[in-house]
């Protein structure tokens, strides 16, 4: 069983092409998304926590009352 890529209602409305292209655009929004995340678990996912040289800076910060 084969599909007829010209049996899609897109595919009749808009071409071949122009289906092809939006799958594609599709394809390559969704690779660089994971793309982003990738990178953003490895520069943010080490649960090393804060590095030495910053240790105490935290006792620092002034937060407001409640």
Sequence with gaps: ???DPYADPDVQRDGRSAVMR???AVYLRV???RQIMDAYRKGYGDSRGIEPEFEGWEKEG????D
Excluded: D, I, K, L
Excluded at 62 to 65: L, S
């Design 1 to 3: 069983m084969t599909h």
């Design 62 to 65: 002034q937060w407001p009352e």
């Design 31 to 33: 690779r660089r998304g």
């Design 22 to 24: 939006r799958a594609v």
